[in-house]
């Protein structure tokens, strides 16, 4: 058994690695580089195949299928970025026509201006003495803060899940336990000039009531061990709309409870302004395949400040994974908004967000899932929450025959 968990992760990291020079791929746009990816992803799919006594890495075959026809796309003569935009879209879990261009520009520059307008409350942030030990204490004393706030105000916890707690210089994140266990490690990057609202505002959206939530509810849910695992759901569930949408959300809530309102008002502002541009850049730069300067100009017209245009585009994840975090951030807010009955009544409210955070399912889903709390009392709001997903439904259907498929092969394993 150990044998074969250490298999699967192995399989995992040279798929990471694969993918991770796809980005690279769609940026210098190279028909040799593409020939090449597509060799290595093909010999490493012929290495699974050759492993036939291990039924777990059926899996990967799968996965690896998946990911030779997306480089096959990458690589072919026809215009590249209108390819790449439209398949990795689809690979994140976003439907595209919920994105539209003129709504997205307007945002930006809507954005933009009302972050112009709260930038100088960032002067009056608590800034945070730079020492490791310092920041770790004070990452502990928010932690126990927002666990409060989450238990209060959106799902009760289970006891003793705090994470334990990492400083790294060039990293955050929520690193989660693999398989099906809970314990994560929460990465801090914390660097000189850090504060402490900052720090509220990273720890809310990877721990309390963000990531590490998702991944307790997911661990302790009633799913097929296909859904639980962390890293084999990239190839099956398009969840990452979801699961940052939910992020974003746990963010706001936390700065509305904790910090100033005008504080809150800021985190939000920025927040709202780097999802909205950070998508927008993956449309340019991978569907019209503009460069980096370019898209520069582009931003300033819209009103984002030269400083965070620069930012942006340093820090610009894989592609299309950044229209996920914008299209997530949407979703969540639709859905709550077309089960605001429910929200109204604490009763109601807490399985609404355990729904939520239980899982990871595609966009309609969860729609669907929501649309059944609704539909006795509030028929119409229910329809119109499927209305609205039903484009998704073929590639929930599509990925759903793969889990039927590999879930028991997943059981021999674990």
């Known amino acids: 058994m150990l044998a074969a968990r250490a298999k699967l992760a192995e399989y995992d990291t040279a798929c990471d690695r694969l993918l991770s020079k796809l980005d690279l791929l769609l940026k210098v746009k190279s028909v040799t580089l593409a020939e090449k990816l597509a060799e290595e992803a093909l010999a490493l799919k012929s290495v699974?195949?050759?492993?036939?006594?291990?039924?777990?890495?059926?899996?990967?075959?799968?996965?690896?299928?998946?990911?030779?026809?997306?480089?096959?796309?990458?690589?072919?003569a026809a215009p590249l970025p209108e390819a790449s935009y439209s398949l990795m879209l689809t690979v994140w879990g976003c439907n595209r026509e919920l994105i539209g261009e003129e709504k997205l520009r307007s945002e930006v520059r809507r954005a933009a201006a009302k972050y112009r307008r709260l930038a100088h409350v960032k002067s009056s942030l608590k800034e945070i003495p730079y020492r490791e030990a310092i920041v770790v204490d004070e990452a502990r004393r928010i932690l126990r803060e927002l666990r409060e706030v989450t238990t209060r105000h959106v799902v009760e916890l289970p006891d003793d899940l705090d994470p334990p707690i990492s400083v790294s210089p060039s990293y955050s994140g929520y690193v989660?336990?693999?398989?099906?266990?809970?314990?994560?490690?929460?990465?801090?990057?914390?660097?000189?000039?850090?504060?402490?609202?900052?720090?509220?505002?990273?720890?809310?959206?990877?721990?309390?009531?963000?990531?590490?939530?998702?991944?307790?509810?997911?661990?302790?849910?009633?799913?097929?061990?296909?859904?639980?695992?962390?890293?084999?759901?990239?190839?099956?569930?398009?969840?990452?709309?979801?699961?940052?949408?939910?992020?974003?959300?746990?963010?706001?809530?936390a700065e509305e409870k904790l910090l100033e309102p005008e504080v809150a008002e800021y985190f939000k502002a920025?927040?709202?302004?780097?999802?909205?541009?950070?998508?927008?850049?993956?449309?340019?730069?991978?569907?019209?395949?503009?460069?980096?300067?370019?898209?520069?100009?582009?931003?300033?017209?819209?009103?984002?400040?030269?400083?965070h245009a620069d930012n942006m585009l340093s820090t610009q994840a894989t592609s299309c994974m950044d229209s996920a975090y914008y299209y997530g951030e949407m979703y969540v807010e639709w859905i709550l908004e077309h089960a605001s009955p429910l929200l109204e009544d604490r009763e109601l409210s807490w399985p609404l967000y355990k729904l939520l955070y239980t899982?990871?399912?595609?966009?309609?889903?969860?729609?669907?899932?929501?649309?059944?709390?609704?539909?006795?009392?509030?028929?119409?709001?229910?329809?119109?929450?499927?209305?609205?997903?039903?484009?998704?439904?073929?590639?929930?259907?599509?990925?759903?025959?793969?889990?039927?498929?590999?879930?028991?092969?997943?059981?021999?394993?674990?």
């Open 48 to 76: 699974c195949e050759g492993l036939k006594t291990d039924s777990s890495l059926e899996l990967w075959k799968l996965h690896l299928t998946e990911l030779c026809e997306y480089i096959a796309v990458c690589s072919a």
């Open 359 to 414: 899982g990871y399912t595609t966009p309609y889903v969860k729609a669907a899932q929501v649309a059944k709390l609704l539909e006795e009392e509030h028929p119409e709001r229910a329809r119109s929450l499927l209305e609205r997903f039903e484009p998704t439904r073929p590639r929930y259907q599509k990925r759903r025959k793969r889990i039927e498929i590999i879930d028991p092969l997943l059981e021999e394993v674990f």
């Open 270 to 307: 920025r927040r709202e302004l780097y999802s909205r541009a950070r998508a927008l850049i993956d449309l340019l730069a991978h569907y019209y395949g503009m460069g980096e300067a370019e898209i520069r100009d582009e931003l300033v017209k819209l009103g984002v400040p030269g400083e």
């Open 176 to 253: 989660s336990g693999c398989f099906n266990t809970m314990k994560g490690i929460l990465v801090i990057n914390f660097t000189p000039g850090g504060t402490r609202e900052e720090l509220v505002s990273v720890i809310a959206h990877e721990v309390y009531p963000g990531h590490h939530v998702q991944r307790v509810f997911t661990s302790r849910a009633d799913l097929p061990a296909t859904m639980k695992l962390n890293w084999v759901g990239r190839a099956l569930r398009c969840s990452t709309p979801v699961e940052e949408g939910l992020a974003q959300l746990a963010q706001r809530i």
